[in-house]
T-cell receptor, first 108, second 113 residues
Framework: KNEVEQSPQNLTAQEGEFITINCSYS?????LHWLQQHPGGGIVSLFM???GKKKHGRLIATINIQEKHSSLHITASHPRDSAVYIC??????????FGQGTRLTINP | DGGITQSPKYLFRKEGQNVTLSCEQN?????MYWYRQDPGQGLRLIYY???????QKGDIAEGYSVSREKKESFPLTVTSAQKNPTAFYLCASSSQGRVNEQFFGPGTRLTVL
């Protein structure tokens, strides 16, 4: 079993829908990341969380340390949100452990 | 502009040939990382370097080699010993000790024919 599991693996929705992507992890962590990978392959960091909730524009990330679970929400989704969203955790070692990614497609 | 460059974006090689992927950063970062990405799998760490002239194996180092002769550069060589080299390769960098603040390059897609 992977240390970081994301669900769903693929998600297709209509423009305007509320999107939720989930991430569960099995190790103790010092931080959790949500990353966005564009179709060309480049990766950008969206959020780094160690507790609670963060919001940036239409994106909201939450984490529940006790349940070892995090969610990424997108409100009023738009076709430009189509990308692969990746969850990664830092368990204290000098490396990140990545989930397999969730491919999101928003249709107009 | 500061950032990480990887070249080329697409690379094709014949089976049995070694190939070197370039990664350059001008962010003045001490630490650099190489990841491999396969469809349906998370990024996996190949090698990382926290300082010039030093590097450590990651989770899947077999069949790969690296060097870190300059702070700005961390080239990855995919050798003929790598059994399944076709993949997307990402380079990243961070300030020393700041593994949580990695900046990623645009990636190189390697296809071995």
């Amino acid at each position: 079993k992977n240390e970081v599991e994301q669900s769903p693996q693929n998600l297709t929705a209509q423009e305007g829908e509320f999107i939720t992507i989930n991430c569960s992890y099995s190790v103790g962590i010092s931080a959790l990341h949500w990353l966005q990978q564009h179709p060309g392959g480049g990766i950008v960091s969206l959020f780094m969380l160690s507790s609670g909730k963060k919001k940036h524009g239409r994106l909201i990330a939450t984490i529940n340390i006790q349940e070892k679970h995090s969610s990424l929400h997108i409100t009023a989704s738009h076709p430009r949100d189509s990308a692969v969203y990746i969850c990664a955790v830092n368990s204290g070692a000098q490396k990140l452990v990545f989930g397999q990614g969730t491919r999101l497609t928003i249709n107009p | 502009d500061g950032g990480i460059t990887q070249s080329p974006k697409y690379l094709f090689r014949k089976e049995g040939q070694n190939v070197t992927l370039s990664c350059e950063q001008n962010l003045n970062h001490d630490a650099m990382y190489w990841y491999r990405q396969d469809p349906g799998q998370g990024l996996r760490l190949i090698y990382y370097s926290q300082i010039v002239n030093d590097f450590q194996k990651g989770d899947i180092a077999e069949g790969y080699s690296v060097s870190r002769e300059k702070k700005e550069s961390f080239p990855l060589t995919v050798t003929s010993a790598q059994k399944n080299p076709t993949a997307f390769y990402l380079c990243a960098s961070s300030s020393q000790g700041r593994v949580n603040e990695q900046f990623f390059g645009p990636g190189t897609r390697l296809t071995v024919l």
